[in-house]
């Protein structure tokens, strides 16, 4: 096969591998579920898919179509070849704005969508947990629902047509048809004419009609995916002459998971914007009983949204430095709380609506307290809610909260008892569920908690489903309201719908795909849901990090319990995998390149298939380990914005330590690695270092023998580092406010001492007694690239130095965000001395953060500073980002009376450290920087005052857009008065 695959490869119309890397990339997604692949394929034109359609025939494989890779089913799992869309079907083809439609290809990211359709007034409504990534490929997979389905229906509902490759190669366009045109293709001697044929005639007779009406969910449950839809099929005029609805098979299309036919494009129905002026009602409950009786009382009204969030959820909100501020409206340690939504056209009406909602819920008596939100407040609750499914994953250690239940759906009437029944049934097994998500609709994720390493517990997590689905065919459910029958749910599909039904959806399968291609083991020819796990039961990692004989890790990972959990934190959720049009950084690299491998689920996949192999040691050294790590660029971004904590810019330094083991770095990975040495030795000799640099035929040669990229240019000394000069200038005494211990980390000392002569005299100008500390290096550099022992010398080194003068009264400032914040992040893993660390830690603060909370005291105020105007426009570095926040660079630009600043939304920089002068990098740094931040500095002024807190972020900027950037503290030491 292997030679096939090559031969095929050289001719066909995209992108093809089937190399180990690919292979480890897409052996999953967001389920519990693991294969490897045969291959991938990225097909770039319709041709591509009907040449591997060809090839799947005539090698006796199959396809698994794929786009973001969030099914939590198990859909996108099999043994063929992955094809993914992801890569060039992106395209939005056309809008009709008199009909309200829009024509997509499937690699179309729903937020994304919707960004490009608000002008139009138009959007489409269907809105998962993973909007911002998730592609409407999927969403028609999966018939996605969200949030929106109680007010606007499922995505079902909105698909008009869809553009197909059947198995044959057919181009088949499937949409609304009339009884003429429904004649005229069931006479045509193709398979598109067998099917609308054939399909007809197996659900014609009135006893299997009478048999789907018996078995299939309730008509009132809209959220159903259920096989194929067949039953919404019935509510056309083929079989009822008294319904005027046309024959459309997009109806059993939609939520077939890729296994009937290949969708090249998709024209959706579209609705108008919702009313502007909205409000959210927070409802708290001490029991779930009493939160689901009002959740009959909430849905009486006009609601937009009805979601559930329990305590097990708010629970993990609180470990998430990301989502921690988002808790503003939880009260206490209710049970659950309910978010509901209302809208109205009128601020008056609006009001109205309030009213009345708030006295049905005071009437009813069940919850304790109901808290309105406003403006961007309802954004904050909704993203908590909606990153119920990631935090999931913070849950650490090998029990978690398994999808196989979580996506069942019933009659509104029937929910208050059918949880009560369910939650029965879960302390029968011992089980504390989670429950969230989507209770206006009838649909709850509720999750078992299971270690799925454990065989006792794989038997539970299919006992546990298999008494959940029997309950759910007794209130007459749905097993899968949005996210799909998969691996995960397929095997229980006859039991559901009956051995008739059960039949028909196995006949639909063989007249769409007799040769079985289409995403196998899905639906109607399932694979067993107990096997094919992400973990062999059994296989225990010990309390060490390395579940088998191999180095143990440098870096202390205790707070994951080892590495390799730390991987496995990832559920495939993949937050990562959001552009740059979303808020946030996660993933820079994965911006730039839109590579799978350039996530940190990605990363996280390679890893952990890297930890579970059985051999006898681990070899970091892997092209497959190398190539996934090859582009991150270290920006904290996955240990804040990532649900899951999955912290991928930590785990990369213990990687490269591990290679180092096994292979001795190359040059420009120590010169880099070491650069503070070497900055400090060539910091004695400043105008020759800077000369040298600034030479073209000099500073060629030093770029080439150190592998820093032949555009970039090289940073330059200063000519006396600061705590030279410093010696040498007189200070005189002010009032003491407080007294501050400055870090003057290695880049402010030899490179851009002005900076940290600005930062001493702002702090001292401001009243404070600054104490110095000038000789320390951070270690930034050392980390960056795997030299673990060398960090870890001059960790403790620092820790011992400074344990003595740190304290509540007296905390220790930074200048540069990496250098400074590492005291609060990696010292902690890599300390002698941890006890020390940590109350170092403690009161370690980023210069920004320490004069924002001086100015929130009362300490410092405008009347410290100018009054004349300016205009400035900030970066905020990745780090502060990550481990601090954005808005204390804000607040201390805004001190001056009159100054205006604006941050700039801007993801990394892409210079990252040394990342970005690497002749390997630098395209990638650049294409990074030009997604954002470049073209917002060049779009400013000159007159505008360019602000970066990084030094990587300063130079990035002088070199990508001429334009000098200012620290903070040299803005406001020039505002000073």
């Keep these: 096969m292997t030679d096939s695959l090559a031969l095929f490869s050289k001719t066909f119309e995209g992108d093809f591998h089937f190399d180990n890397l690919h292979l480890q990339l897409y052996a999953t997604d967001a389920s519990v579920y693991r294969k490897l692949p045969l291959a991938v394929a990225f097909p770039k034109t319709e041709e591509g898919i009907q040449q591997l359609i060809q090839f799947a025939l005539e090698n006796k494989t199959s396809l698994i179509p794929r786009t973001a890779g969030t099914s939590l089913a198990g859909q996108c799992v099999g043994e063929g070849i992955v094809v993914d869309v992801s890569r060039y079907f992106t395209q939005i083809l056309s809008v009709d704005t008199e009909r309200k439609t829009v024509t997509v290809q499937p690699g179309v990211i729903r937020d994304e969508l919707n960004t490009y359709l608000e002008p139009y007034g138009l959007f489409f409504a269907p809105n998962t947990s993973t909007s911002n990534r998730c592609m409407i490929g999927g969403m028609v997979g999966n018939n996605s629902s969200g949030t929106t389905s109680i007010r606007y229906g499922v995505t079902r509902d909105k698909v008009l047509s869809l553009k197909t490759v059947l198995s044959n190669g057919e181009v088949v366009t499937f949409s609304n048809l009339s009884s003429e045109a429904l004649q005229k293709k069931m006479q045509q001697e193709t398979l598109e004419g067998a099917i609308y044929k054939q399909v007809i005639e197996a659900i014609q007779p009135k006893a299997v009609q009478d048999e789907i009406r018996y078995q299939f969910p309730k008509p009132g449950i809209h959220r159903r995916n259920t096989g194929y839809a067949v039953d919404a099929l019935l509510d056309s005029n083929v079989f009822d002459s008294g319904n005027n609805t046309p024959f459309n098979l997009c109806k059993i299309l939609c939520g077939s998971e890729g296994t009937l036919a290949f969708t090249t494009e998709i024209t959706l129905q579209l609705d108008p914007l919702p009313p502007p002026h909205t409000a959210m009602i927070a409802t708290q409950y001490a029991t779930m009983e009493a939160c689901m009786q009002d959740v009959v009382v909430a849905m009486q009204h006009h609601l937009y949204t009805c979601e559930l969030m329990d305590d097990v959820i708010l629970s993990c909100t609180e470990k998430n430095a990301m ?308 582009l991150c660029i270290g920006c904290k971004a996955c240990a804040s914005e990532c649900p899951s904590n999955v912290d991928m810019a930590t785990a990369k330094m213990e990687v490269l330590y591990q290679q180092q083991l096994r292979h001795k770095p190359s040059r420009a990975t120590r010169l880099l690695g070491k650069s503070s040495y070497y900055t400090q030795q060539a910091a004695q000799y400043p105008r020759l270092a800077n000369f040298l640099f600034k030479n073209s035929i000099s500073s060629a040669l030093i770029k080439k023998y150190s592998g820093i990229a032949t555009q970039r240019s090289l940073p330059l000394f200063s000519t006396k580092s600061f705590n030279k000069s410093f010696q040498t200038k007189q200070y005189q005494i002010v009032k003491q406010n407080k007294s501050v211990v400055l870090f003057v980390d290695e880049f402010s000392n030899y490179l851009e001492a002005d900076i940290a002569h600005d930062a001493y005299e702002l702090l001292r100008g401001l009243g404070y007694d600054v104490a110095l500390v000038t000789t320390l290096d951070s270690a930034r550099a050392l980390l960056s690239k795997g030299f673990l022992k060398g960090a870890k010398r001059e960790i403790d080194k620092n820790i011992a130095h400074l344990q003595q003068q740190i304290n509540e009264n007296t905390p220790l400032l930074g200048i540069e965000p990496s250098a400074i914040l590492g005291f609060r992040d990696e010292y902690l893993r890599l300390a002698s001395d941890v006890p020390a660390a940590q109350k170092i830690a403690k009161h370690t603060l980023l210069i920004e953060e ?65 990342f970005g002068y690497e002749q390997e990098h630098y395209e990638v740094s650049m294409q990074i920087a030009e997604l954002k931040l470049l073209p917002a500095v060049r779009k400013a002024s000159e007159e505008v005052v360019i602000v970066a807190n990084g030094t990587s972020c300063r130079h990035q900027i002088k070199d990508g857009a001429g334009r000098k950037a200012l620290h903070p503290v040299t803005v406001l030491r020039k505002a000073l008065v």
Excluded at 549 to 572: H, I, V, Y
Excluded at 874 to 899: E, G, M, R
């Design 323 to 630: 989502y921690k501020p988002y808790r503003f409206f939880i009260e206490g340690s209710p049970k659950a709380i309910l978010l509901l939504e209302v809208r109205d056209s009128a601020p008056e009406a609006l009001e109205t609506q309030i009213k009345a909602l708030l006295k049905s819920l005071s009437e009813s008596g069940y919850s304790n307290t109901q808290t309105v939100l406003r403006g961007g407040e309802i954004a904050m609750a909704l993203e908590l809610r909606k990153a119920g499914l990631g935090l999931l994953g913070n849950m650490v250690g090998d029990r978690k909260a398994v999808a196989c239940i979580e996506d069942t759906a019933v009659a509104l009437e029937d929910l208050p008892a059918y949880i009560t029944d369910f939650s029965n049934l879960m302390q029968h097994f011992g089980q504390e569920a989670v429950y969230y998500a989507h209770a206006g609709a009838g649909e709850l994720h509720l999750r078992p908690i299971l270690n799925l390493k454990k065989e006792s517990d794989v038997a539970l997590f299919r006992e546990i489903t298999t008494q959940v689905a029997s309950l759910v065919k007794r209130y007459k459910g749905s097993l899968s309201g949005e996210h799909g029958d998969g691996i995960v749910r397929a095997e229980f599909l006859k039991g559901q719908i009956g051995e008739m039904n059960f039949n028909l959806l196995k006949q639909i399968k063989h007249i769409f795909d007799p040769k079985n291609i289409f995403n196998p083991g899905k639906i109607t020819d399932a694979w067993p849901m107990d096997e094919n796990l992400r973990t062999t039961p059994n296989i225990q990692p010990p309390a060490s990090n390395i579940p088998h004989p191999a180095p143990s890790t440098f870096l202390n990972f205790d707070d994951s319990q080892g590495l390799l959990r730390l991987a496995e934190k990832c559920n495939g959720s993949a937050d990562c995998r959001k552009t740059e049009q979303s808020s946030g950084m996660l993933c820079p690299s994965y911006h730039a390149t839109r590579n799978e491998k350039d996530t940190t689920r990605g990363r996280a996949n390679v890893l952990r298939e890297l930890l579970t192999q059985k051999v006898a040691a681990i070899n970091y050294n892997t092209s497959a380990v190398k190539e996934a790590f090859s």
């Design 850 to 914: 320490f004069l924002a909370q001086e100015a929130q005291a009362g300490n410092i105020g405008p009347q410290n500073f100018t009054e004349e105007p300016l205009t400035l426009k900030a970066h905020v570095h990745c780090h502060q980002k990550a481990l601090s926040n954005q808005k204390v660079t804000f607040d201390i630009l805004n001190l001056p009376i009159n100054y205006t600043p604006t941050l700039i939304p801007s993801g990394c920089c892409g210079m990252a450290g040394s």
